[in-house]
């Protein structure tokens, strides 16, 4: 809804929030216009209790008098029965066109270093092709074996909405069909400064952030995904973050395991390397299913214990790897207003009382989120909670360096890689420590899987004293091109 300037004013004052004001007589008729249009988009209310709530008073601690492990069903491993059907179920879902796929990719590549959206990083370490293009590629193996549809519900943001759609008309929507690739916006959330006041990004122009991934949920109503969804016949919705890089969408067994128990929303699960991990922690608290997020572990020191083998008490990792159920994300809409907000402190640019921009070098306000994995708290049916190998499943890349960087992903997915051209009759070699010496990178065109790859790569032999890196069609590229 787009105010007059009247009508901007006194809702703002109403919430103290008028100083944002404060330049208008500065702004052309252009900027006003779009002014008046972002403010009419804000939730003054929620907006005000969050502040009051969590900026101007000490912030609500949930307490918990009981936390328990999850139940979770063990990784797939041989021929076990129940993996067995859950694979056989998943399988034939995906022929039926019973599955569809959401991606989170709102995000910026600024902390890679990367001025465009997250999803269009150059991950490839060989070919250089980005996010987008590898998620691509899978969908293409999956389509082609099944022959199916996997519609692509892309959740995008004012960032990056813009720069996504043109970085996939520039790729020929990298071979797929443009009308089952579906692009939707997340709401925004003001910013807020240590005083409990909104922030200018510019003059005439908030700064704001995505509501958190929590977001997808109402987004899939409002922007009409799950009226598409419906009308597609489609049952399971397999969701995932653009920069898990290994991932597995619409994976049959996590599929199959989804649709045989009746789970309206499912969940993969890694065991973490220590209690500090970076990741959030699969839990059922007061027997309701939560995910803690690790920054705020310290809340609940029970779950930083371990046995008295020093093994984790609590060591399911949360690597945002989802299955949902329309009826269940049709339902939960209902009740996002009961979801609990998460506050993080950042450093966030902005425009000072002079007009002036200012890049701070300590955090210096508030951006709220809502985090998805927090709909498991109004499930009426007993989750699936499967747990996975980290390896070829979980390889987030979050910065250039350090931790979940770029080169540690390279080298995480090389070593995966590795064991597939060993086991072909192609050693890799090693380094002093036993790592492969050499990049690779296989696509997941041409092979999704190890007995995939071993199936097509039966009979020949592959350059691995090099850099190596193998198309669609399973061909050596000597010089690949960047996508």
């Known amino acids: 809804m787009a105010w007059t300037y009247e009508q901007a004013r006194a809702a703002l004052a109403e919430h ?22 972002e403010l009419g988009q804000v939730d003054l209310r929620l907006t005000s209790r969050l502040i009051r709530e969590w900026v101007l008073s000490e912030p609500p601690e949930e307490r918990f008098s009981r936390i328990e492990p999850i139940p979770l069903i063990p990784k797939i491993t041989g021929d076990r029965p129940d993996a067995v059907e859950a694979r056989e179920a998943g399988e034939e879902a995906l022929r039926q066109g019973w599955v569809g796929l959401f991606l989170v990719a709102g995000g910026q590549g600024t902390r890679l270093g990367f001025d465009g959206p997250k999803g269009a990083y150059p991950i490839g370490p060989v070919s250089k092709k980005s996010f987008f293009a590898f998620h691509a590629e899978k969908i293409r193996n999956l389509q082609r074996r099944y022959s199916c549809v996997l519609p692509w519900y892309i959740m995008v943001s004012d960032a990056n909405e813009d720069a996504t759609r043109a970085f996939f008309r520039s790729h020929d929507h990298f071979g797929l069909n443009p009308a089952d690739i579906f692009f939707l916006k997340q709401r925004m959330m003001p910013c807020i400064d240590e005083s409990g006041r909104f922030m200018l990004a510019e003059r005439g122009r908030l700064a704001m952030n995505p509501n958190g991934h929590g977001g997808c949920l109402p987004a899939m109503v409002e922007n009409g995904v799950i009226a598409d969804v419906r009308r597609r016949g ?3 919705l397999s969701y995932f973050q653009v920069d898990n890089w290994a991932v597995k969408v619409a994976d049959p067994y996590f599929i199959g395991y989804h649709i045989l128990r009746n789970a309206e929303m499912s969940s993969k699960n890694h065991w973490k390397d220590h209690v500090r991990e970076a990741v959030g922690v699969h839990c059922r608290c007061d027997g309701e299913y939560r995910v803690i997020e690790y920054t705020e572990l310290d809340l609940y020191p029970q779950l930083l214990e371990v046995d008295a083998s020093g093994r984790m008490i609590h060591g399911a990792g949360n690597p945002a790897i989802h299955i949902l159920s329309p009826d269940f994300v049709e339902r939960i809409v209902g009740l996002y207003d009961s979801f609990p907000w998460h506050r993080a402190h950042k450093k966030i640019p902005y425009i000072d009382e002079r007009g002036e921009r200012v890049h701070p070098s300590k955090p210096n306000g508030y951006k709220f989120e809502t985090f998805v994995f927090d709909a498991l708290r109004f499930i009426r049916h007993e989750p699936v909670a499967l747990e996975i190998a980290r390896a070829g499943e979980y390889t987030p890349i979050k910065q250039f360096e350090g931790d979940n960087s770029v080169t540690a992903a390279w080298q995480r997915m090389a070593e995966y890689w590795a064991d597939w051209l060993d086991a072909a009759g192609s050693p890799v070699p090693r380094d002093d420590q036993g790592r492969p010496a050499v990049r690779i990178e296989i696509s997941p065109e041409f092979a999704l899987t190890k007995e995939e790859f071993l199936a097509k790569a039966a009979g020949r032999a592959f350059p691995t004293g090099q850099d190596l890196c193998l198309d669609a069609e399973g061909n050596v590229l000597q010089a690949p091109p960047a996508s």
């Open 16 to 37: 103290g929030q008028e100083h944002v004001l404060r330049f208008w007589p500065s702004l052309n008729p252009d900027e006003r216009a779009v002014f008046l249009e």
């Open 234 to 236: 489609i049952r399971a």
